[in-house]
C-alpha cells in the first residue's frame, strides 16, 4: 500500500516553476527546504506570537525528485515546545498537476527559537502569559 499524505491540510501549498530548477531540470534541493523553512516558520509564528529564527534542521534525505509544475504540499506539525524552542516536523509531497496520487520527496524537522524585539531567545508563550 502506498504513504498517503498526512491527513489534515497543508501549511502551504505552492507550484514548482522554471526557474528553481538545476541544470538536469529537477527542482534544487535547496528551494525545497526553503519551502519547508517558510512552513515550518508558519507553525511556529502561530505558537510563539512571535518573530522566531530556524536554528536547526536534522534528518533531512530526498527521496525523489520535484519536476517543474509539480504540486508541492508541506504538511508542518508541532512535535514539541520547549521553554525558547519548538520542534517542528515538515513533510513535502509532490504531485503531478495532471494525477491525483501524491508521492512523499522528503521531510525533516526543524527547530525554532523565539526571539524578543533586540534578536534574544524568549519565552515561547511570554506574551500570552503576561
Do not use: Y
Not at 522554471?18 to 531540470?25: E, I, L, R, Y
Not at 519547508?36 to 527521496?63: H, N, P, Q, W, Y
Not at 508542518?76 to 512523499?104: F, N, P, Y
Amino acid at each position: 500500500m502506498p504513504d498517503l499524505p498526512p491527513p489534515h491540510s497543508p501549511t502551504i501549498r505552492t507550484i514548482a516553476m522554471p526557474a528553481d530548477t538545476n541544470p538536469a531540470g529537477d527542482i534544487f534541493g535547496g528551494w525545497l527546504m526553503s519551502q519547508m523553512d517558510l512552513a515550518a516558520g508558519t507553525v511556529a509564528a502561530l505558537t510563539a506570537r512571535c518573530r522566531s529564527a530556524t536554528i536547526a534542521v536534522e534528518g533531512m534525505k530526498f527521496l525523489r525528485p520535484v519536476r517543474v509544475g509539480d504540486e508541492v504540499s508541506l504538511f508542518a506539525d508541532l512535535v514539541r515546545v520547549g521553554r525558547t524552542s519548538m520542534l517542528i516536523h515538515v513533510e513535502a509531497w509532490r504531485r503531478q498537476r495532471d494525477l491525483e496520487e501524491s508521492e512523499k520527496v522528503t521531510d525533516a524537522t526543524f527547530t525554532f527559537v523565539a526571539l524578543d524585539a533586540n534578536g534574544r531567545a524568549r519565552a515561547v508563550r511570554e506574551q500570552a502569559q503576561g
